[in-house]
């Protein structure tokens, strides 16, 4: 398996600056009988995140089929794109997302911004 590189763990850039808060979306492929691995890996690869200046919320869900392509999906919301960012333009995030094993996880991050809320 090829080594992932940190920048395929980064959302692309926004076409515009989002004037509020943002949140993560990013899809992960695991194949079923590697759930256990991979959640392990993500539980210790999120601490430095929900150590980072701006981080809100972290939730990890998964797919009630195993069919599903991307059966995970993690949702991390930000203050803002510039938190955001900031936590994910250090050597130490460099380091976290390309540790051993996360290879085998190819994911497809993309930030996203409240455009209607319904409560």
Do not use: C
């Amino acid at each position: 398996m090829s080594r992932i590189s940190a920048e395929d763990r980064v959302a692309p850039s926004a076409d515009r600056t989002p004037t509020g808060p943002v949140t993560l979306m990013n899809r992960f492929a695991v194949q079923p009988d590697r759930d256990e691995a991979f959640h392990a890996l993500w539980f210790e690869t999120s601490k430095y995140f929900r150590a980072q200046p701006g981080f809100v919320s972290l939730r990890l869900h998964r797919a009630v089929s195993s069919d599903a392509e991307y059966r995970w999906v993690n949702v991390a919301n930000w203050e803002s794109e510039a938190d955001f960012r900031a936590a994910h333009g250090t050597d130490e995030f460099r380091r976290v997302v390309t540790q051993p094993g996360w290879e085998e996880f190819p994911s497809s991050p993309m930030l996203f911004e409240v455009v209607t809320a319904v409560e």
